[in-house]
């Protein structure tokens, strides 16, 4: 009774704040401040607000910088928004690649996600050396190492790639737009996701003219599924833009969950 009183109380309150708060307000993006700031080895930073039913429940920062020659890094902070902060789920993801004649080579890939009552990490190194220093072992494939620890424990799991060109899931977004800047549009990757072994099918499905925050659009729309999976992301990626995603919608079969906005850009 006392847990119904609760649930009915918390709802309340979401549903007044919706009513007398702008959505604009009550969004604000994620992560420290201090690593979202434009650099000079910054590449860009774009900012997201997540929306179900027109409400923002979230907001989503991505910052994609150079460290060093051929090294780049891919970090992603997304959070609750406003009202929504009473469910705390904050999440930063970093994954470090080289880029070297126009591909991506994966070195490392992080998770971390905070909620109330508990942290879930998971990080994965790609293509681990043998003790004999060869980036092959000696079955012919590359090995990738994961880490995980969540609700239900900690545990190691082993990835093997036939090709070593195993990617995750933020490497992979930077290889794609590569791609496309060249006309490539239905690719297959393999990608270590979260500790599990995914393809990932990007195919064309579009070309679109929409609004965003730069105005009437040029897009390209793109469909994303994850074979064996029953989620797919239908992504409008900004022609004349470096091909930067403006629109997102995620899908669990045919239901759409959410969509994302981009809401703001700094190259």
Same mark, same amino acid.
């Given at each position: 009774?006392?847990?119904?009183?609760?649930?009915?109380?918390?709802?309340?309150?979401?549903?007044?704040?919706?009513?007398?708060?702008?959505q604009?307000?009550?969004?604000?993006?994620?992560?420290?401040p201090?690593?979202?700031?434009?650099?000079?080895? @910054?590449?860009?930073?774009? @900012? *997201?607000?997540?929306?179900?039913n027109?409400?923002?429940?979230?907001?989503?920062t991505?910052?994609?910088h150079?460290?060093?020659?051929?090294?780049?890094?891919?970090?992603?902070?997304?959070?609750?928004?406003?009202?929504?902060?009473?469910?705390?789920?904050?999440?930063?993801?970093?994954?470090?690649? *080289?880029?070297?004649?126009?591909?991506?080579?994966?070195?490392?890939?992080?998770?971390?996600?905070?909620?109330?009552?508990?942290?879930?990490?998971?990080?994965? @190194?790609?293509?681990?050396?043998?003790?004999?220093?060869?980036?092959?072992?000696?079955?012919?494939?590359?090995?990738?190492?994961?880490?995980?620890?969540?609700?239900?424990?900690?545990?190691?799991?082993?990835?093997?790639?036939?090709n070593?060109?195993?990617?995750d899931?933020?490497?992979?977004?930077?290889?794609?737009?590569?791609?496309?800047?060249?006309?490539?549009?239905?690719?297959?990757?393999?990608? /270590?996701?979260?500790?599990?072994?995914?393809k990932y /099918?990007?195919?064309l499905?579009?070309a679109q003219?929409?609004?965003?925050?730069?105005?009437?659009?040029? @897009? /390209?729309?793109?469909?994303?599924?994850?074979?064996?999976?029953?989620?797919n992301?239908?992504?409008?990626?900004?022609?004349?833009?470096?091909?930067?995603p403006?629109?997102?919608?995620?899908?669990?079969?045919?239901?759409?969950?959410?969509?994302?906005?981009?809401?703001?850009?700094?190259?």
């Amino acid at each position: 009774m006392i847990r119904q009183l609760k649930i009915s109380l918390l709802n309340k309150i979401i549903f007044f704040s919706i009513i007398f708060f702008p959505q604009e307000l009550l969004a604000k993006p994620c992560g420290n401040p201090n690593n979202l700031i434009k650099g000079e080895n @910054t590449i860009f930073i774009a @900012t *997201y607000d997540l929306k179900k039913n027109k409400v923002i429940f979230g907001t989503n920062t991505n910052k994609f910088h150079k460290i060093a020659d051929d090294m780049y890094g891919f970090e992603i902070y997304a959070c609750t928004s406003g009202i929504f902060k009473i469910k705390k789920d904050d999440r930063k993801e970093t994954s470090l690649f *080289y880029i070297k004649n126009g591909g991506v080579e994966t070195s490392s890939y992080s998770f971390n996600r905070v909620l109330k009552n508990r942290t879930d990490k998971i990080a994965t @190194t790609f293509n681990v050396m043998d003790p004999s220093g060869k980036k092959l072992w000696p079955d012919g494939k590359c090995l990738s190492h994961s880490a995980i620890q969540n609700k239900d424990g900690k545990k190691e799991v082993k990835h093997k790639d036939s090709n070593c060109r195993a990617l995750d899931r933020l490497s992979v977004q930077i290889d794609y737009r590569e791609k496309l800047k060249y006309g490539e549009y239905d690719v297959e990757y393999f990608v /270590i996701d979260k500790g599990r072994e995914r393809k990932y /099918i990007f195919e064309l499905v579009d070309a679109q003219v929409i609004d965003t925050i730069f105005g009437k659009t040029e @897009t /390209i729309l793109v469909k994303k599924i994850i074979e064996g999976n029953k989620r797919n992301t239908l992504t409008w990626y900004a022609i004349n833009h470096a091909f930067i995603p403006v629109k997102i919608e995620q899908y669990r079969k045919k239901t759409l969950k959410f969509t994302a906005y981009l809401t703001s850009y700094t190259d």
